[in-house]
């Protein structure tokens, strides 16, 4: 059976860092990972995804160069790290593993089969 449990979310002032992790188990490395977030009331969107070598990484437009994500396929974890956080970054963040090895990141959640329970994210002004 496949889990997925986020950790790493919180309360952050503008401007401020968080890092989120997920740890994933009952599926291998060779699957792409991604990090999607909903904010009340909205539609679960794309943040950030990463194929199973790492070497290919997609990010929203919204999160380019304040965000990265990382993932250590020894340990089955994928990392969410949030830089210069803004009050629109506030959601709950989930962390996903897609469904077909191998193949390059999707954006559409409808790509992946597995998802953890979320893990809230807001940000201050």
């Known amino acids: 059976q496949v889990q997925l449990v986020e950790s790493g979310g919180g309360l952050v002032q503008a401007g401020g860092s968080l890092r989120l992790s997920c740890a994933a188990s009952?599926?291998?490395?060779?699957?792409?990972m991604g990090w999607f977030r909903q904010a009340p009331g909205e539609e679960r969107e794309f943040v950030a995804a990463?194929?199973?070598?790492?070497?290919?990484?997609y990010y929203a437009d919204s999160v380019k160069g304040r965000f990265t994500i990382a993932r250590d396929n020894l340990k089955n974890t994928v990392d969410l790290q949030m830089n210069s956080l803004k009050p629109e970054d506030t959601a709950v963040y989930y962390c996903?593993?897609?469904?077909?090895?191998?193949?390059?990141?999707?954006?559409?959640?409808?790509?992946?089969?597995?998802w953890g329970q979320g893990t809230q994210v807001t940000v201050s002004s």
């Open positions: 996903a593993v897609d469904s077909v090895a191998f193949r390059r990141p999707q954006f559409q959640k409808d790509g992946y089969a597995y």
């Open positions: 009952g599926r291998g490395g060779i699957y792409p």
């Open positions: 990463i194929s199973a070598d790492t070497i290919t990484k």
